[in-house]
């Protein structure tokens, strides 16, 4: 006997529509995080290659090449205004298609990019210039595949649906430290400074190409064409309607509450998961393959939390996840840096010590874009999502490098990782102690 099924305009996805918007959904955000990943762990080689002034010092070039990072993120709210907007009157899919469209071709082209060697001072403009572009799209990334994926979920599995969103960042990451950790063994240190670093960009390409290729074959969500198919004429063929938007102060609000939830998430996030190499080398005096190895083993931690986390919240509601996450940061975060610092502790201590600090970093990120979502209408959510989750980052994930490297400089206490993200996660705790507790049984508001 055939189970049946509902038309997405009317009710449930057909789960071949779901799975297929979870691959088409998540597939942009990997390569997202990827090429961000693999910024941030070539970020002492970029220095060199692009921010080294006659003169300068390999602090001061590491200094720049973070203020770069920090600028395209700053660039992800502008770009979760424009391509949210456009996103909620025009659709989830034509927008996510533009959006793989500008940041495989950003890039690709970092990959092509000339050396402050070749080009001389134009060549750091250009990497900016190119890594607004970067910011710009990802901004628009976010929002729209976290809608279309938690709107495609089945009833009772938006966390599960919403965390694959977050599982890609880890996946992403993974990848990035993969191909840097696999470039740094084969190739000899002035290949890998010359031309080898290149590569994990150009690599984006093929990967942008068939990202598009299955965002072309995506359908609209349900959500939004059940938003555009509310009236019939006449003759009973639905009418196009534009709900009305919902009260300005009232979406503002929760953006705002929305990126005070993500905070710990988002300054956590990259401290341990992508700033932690340069830490490593700059301050702990690591070299570059112990410092990938001990960012793989965080970003295993990382992803093998996050599914489970999701699952977790669909059962048990977001607000405990959640906090658990944030408090067990706030709680170990001075424990686990200092056994990074102390020479006399096993390899395998500090193993298990940068697993675990991705693994909790994870109870934050699976439960994460269900509850971003639960927090708008269709009519706003690919713009609120993305807002709340780029100006999050922008401020607690963009400027973490920046913060700590130049923190660290000023008062030599290298402590400064900790002291950031128990402030954020604290912060964070208390934003998510307002959510409601049933908001995981209630469905999506049109």
């Known amino acids: 006997m055939t189970t049946p099924v509902h038309d997405p305009v009317e009710g449930t996805a057909k789960p071949p529509r779901s799975r297929r918007a979870l691959v088409a959904g998540s597939v942009g955000n990997f390569i997202e995080w990827y090429e961000f990943g693999v910024y941030g762990y070539f970020a002492t080689v970029i220095a060199a290659n692009f921010f080294t002034p006659d003169g300068g010092s390999d602090a001061e070039a590491l200094v720049k090449t973070y203020a770069s990072f920090a600028l395209a993120f700053f660039f992800r709210p502008v770009g979760a ?19 793989i469209l500008l940041m495989t071709g950003a890039t690709t082209l970092i990959g092509l990019l000339p050396t402050y060697a070749t080009l001389g001072a134009a060549a750091p403009w250009l990497l900016t210039l190119l890594r607004i572009l970067q910011g710009l799209s990802a901004g628009g990334e ?5 809608s279309i994926m938690t709107e495609f979920a089945p009833p009772g599995k938006r966390g599960l649906y919403g965390a694959w969103q977050s599982f890609t960042v880890a996946l992403g990451l993974l990848a990035g ?39 072309l074959k995506l359908e609209e969500s349900p959500s939004f064409r059940r938003t555009r198919t509310g009236t019939s004429d006449a003759g ?13 102060r009232e979406v503002a609000l929760a953006i705002a509450l929305g990126a005070g939830r993500l905070m710990g998430w988002s300054a956590a996030g990259y401290t341990f998961l992508v700033v932690m190499p340069s ?28 599914i489970p986390a999701g699952s977790l919240s669909d059962r048990i509601g977001r607000r405990p996840v959640m906090v658990a996450g944030a408090v067990l940061v706030a709680v170990l ?3 686990l840096l200092h056994l990074l610092q102390n020479h006399a502790a096993s390899t395998a201590a500090k193993s298990l010590a940068v697993f675990v600090a991705g693994a909790i970093v994870g109870l934050m990120a699976g439960p994460g874009p269900a509850m971003l979502a639960e927090m708008f209408p269709t009519s706003v959510r690919y713009t609120g999502l993305g ?46 102690l307002t959510l409601r507790g049933d908001n995981h049984r209630r469905a999506l508001r049109d």
């Open 279 to 306: 830490y490593l080398q700059s301050t702990l005096n690591a070299t570059f393959q112990q410092a990938l190895v001990a960012t793989v083993l965080a970003n295993l931690g990382f992803a093998a939390s996050i």
């Open 81 to 99: 205004a424009v391509f949210g907007r456009v996103g909620d009157r025009m659709g989830r899919r034509p927008t996510l298609i533009l959006v």
């Open 387 to 432: 807002l709340a989750y780029s100006l999050s980052n922008a401020v607690f994930s963009g400027c973490a490098g920046l913060i700590i490297t130049e923190a660290i400089q000023r008062t030599g206490n290298i402590d400064i990782p900790a002291h950031y993200v128990v402030v954020t996660c604290a912060v964070s705790t208390l934003a998510l």
């Open 333 to 335: 975060a001075f424990p």
């Open 236 to 248: 009973g063929h639905p009418q196009a309607v534009v709900p009305a938007p919902a009260p300005a």
């Open 142 to 146: 976010f929002g729209g595949a976290a």
């Open 177 to 215: 430290a993969g191909m840097a950790a696999l470039l740094a063994t084969v190739l000899t240190e002035p290949e890998l400074n010359g031309w080898g670093w290149r590569l994990p960009f150009l690599l984006t390409l093929p990967l942008g190409l068939a990202a598009l290729w299955l965002r």
